[in-house]
């Protein structure tokens, strides 16, 4: 069974990083594109970065563009978050999710880690 494991979440002063760190387990991901999204309370659900499997792509959400950096390393099924310049807004639960090979929508989702940011 496909795991999503999230952690690297905090409290962290406004202007500070963090690392989120997603593994994956129990299946094989080749080809997957990896995602994280990002839901603070009251709002929905949001798209932050994607990864391809071959990192021949990326996408960030305009509101993290120069600040956030995704990354993966798939012999580890790892795929990674770094928050620089961090704000206020940014404090929300952090979701990995995969989806597999030829498939529209993200397949596995991770239990989420929660951001903090104080201002």
């Known amino acids: 069974q496909v795991q999503l494991v999230e952690s690297g979440g905090g409290l962290v002063q406004a202007g500070g990083s963090l690392r989120l760190s997603c593994a994956a387990s129990g299946g094989t991901f080749s080809g997957y594109t990896m995602g994280w999204f990002r839901q603070a309370p009251g709002k929905e659900r949001e798209f932050v970065a994607l990864i391809t499997w071959t990192d021949s792509f990326r996408n960030y959400a305009d509101s993290v563009k120069g600040r956030f950096t995704i990354s993966r390393d798939n012999a580890k099924n790892t795929v990674y978050l770094q928050m620089n310049s961090l704000k206020p807004e940014d404090t929300a639960v952090y979701h990995c999710?995969?989806?597999?090979?030829?498939?529209?929508?993200?397949?596995?989702w991770g239990q989420g880690t929660q951001v903090t940011v104080s201002s």
């Open positions: 999710a995969t989806k597999p090979l030829g498939q529209s929508q993200y397949k596995y």
